[in-house]
Nanobody
């Protein structure tokens, strides 16, 4: 069992920056993949970025490449999402997700409650 807690969501102005954090607890010692998804108003949840525990291999959605950076702390079992040059379309609830080893690619089995990011113009 894994428990995820996100933090860092807030109101920010267009062009601003923000860092989201996600702390995982429980069975986190194996080679997990953790990621961020988001769901904007009236939209479906979409992939943002993810990273592997071992080697820190990252992947990003096209519309955040060059603006967002995902990183991790293996020692703390935490992942972070650094968001730069935020735009109104980045407004969403951001969810942290955890994929246990052995699961199909990007099939996350644990989810956080979400943290809200609002980008104001």
């Amino acid at each position: 069992q894994v428990h995820l807690v996100e933090s860092g969501g807030t109101l920010v102005q267009v062009g601003g920056s923000l860092r989201l954090s996600c702390a995982a607890s429980g069975h986190t010692s194996s080679n997990w993949r953790m990621g961020w998804f988001r769901q904007g108003p009236g939209k479906e949840r979409e992939f943002v970025a993810d990273i592997t525990r071992d080697y820190g291999i990252t992947d990003y959605a096209e519309d955040v490449k060059g603006r967002f950076i995902i990183s991790r702390s293996v020692a703390k079992s935490e992942v972070y999402l650094f968001m730069n040059n935020l735009q109104p379309e980045d407004t969403a609830i951001y969810y942290c997700a955890f994929q246990s080893p052995g699961r199909p690619w990007r099939q996350y089995d644990y989810w956080g409650q979400g943290t809200k990011v609002t980008v104001s113009s």
